[in-house]
């Protein structure tokens, strides 16, 4: 089976600009989580999805929103990027339940200059 | 909301040796798992380990939700251990939003 899928792997964009990263989750699981990794730390969980509905957002600004589609794909947007946007954007997707556990994807790596 | 502390910060082995790396959290979880990130990026399931003891191969992880710690033991390690190990309970309890902690960077030689 598929695994979860980001797309693009990289990108590079400068400030000012706006970026939509895409997430697809392995099949069956209907929930999508966003995190944003900086260089030397953990991530930090940015949305969750479920149903095409907000579970949860994390500490980030307005600039960061996201949607959830039919099929259960999901949308990142991140609108006039700044220099500290530079990051590891990771989706994971999940099956909700008692034992909840993500499973990420590989990632898009976002450069804004 | 729940805090993670995980320890050492950075450990370097030699291939063969064993490791304990820990995992404290600041209150009571339902859900706990620990992920390996590989050079390149992608972050690997190791466990999902709300309280117990599970093992896989030559690791295996421990978590005493009472006392708030998870343990994480790598046996006989090898250079494709290297990277960064995060355990990462959810927040508020809820399943789909991860606290991560800072991770241990491991690094294992030949």
């Known amino acids: 089976d598929a695994g979860v899928t980001q797309s693009p792997t990289h990108l590079i964009k400068t400030r000012g600009q706006q970026v939509t990263l895409r997430c697809s989750p392995i099949s069956g699981h209907k929930s999508v989580s966003w995190y944003q990794q900086v260089l030397g730390q953990g991530p930090q969980f940015i949305f969750q999805y479920y149903e095409k509905e907000e579970r949860g957002r994390g500490n980030f600004p307005d600039r960061f929103s996201a949607r959830q589609f039919p099929n259960y794909s999901s949308e990142l947007n991140v609108n006039a990027l700044l220099l500290g946007d530079s990051a590891l954007y990771l989706c994971a997707s999940s099956f909700p339940g008692q034992q909840e556990t993500q499973y990420f994807g590989p990632g898009t790596r976002l450069l804004v200059l | 909301g729940i805090q993670v502390e995980q320890s050492p910060p950075d450990l370097i082995l030699q291939e063969g040796a064993n490791s304990t790396l820990r995992c404290n959290f600041s209150?009571?979880?339902?859900?706990l798992q620990w992920f390996h990130q590989n050079p390149w990026g992608q972050l690997i399931n190791l466990f999902y380990?709300?309280?117990g003891t599970k093992q896989n191969g030559r690791l295996s992880a421990t978590t005493v939700a009472t006392e708030r710690y998870s343990l994480l033991y790598i046996s006989s390690s090898q250079t494709t251990d290297s990277g960064v190990y995060f355990c990462?309970?959810?927040?508020?309890?809820?399943?789909?939003?991860?606290?991560f902690g800072q991770g241990t960077e491991l690094s294992v030689k030949p």
């Open positions: 990462a309970p959810p927040k508020d309890n809820q399943g789909g939003k991860l606290i």
């Open positions: 209150d009571s979880v339902n859900n």
């Open positions: 380990i709300p309280s």
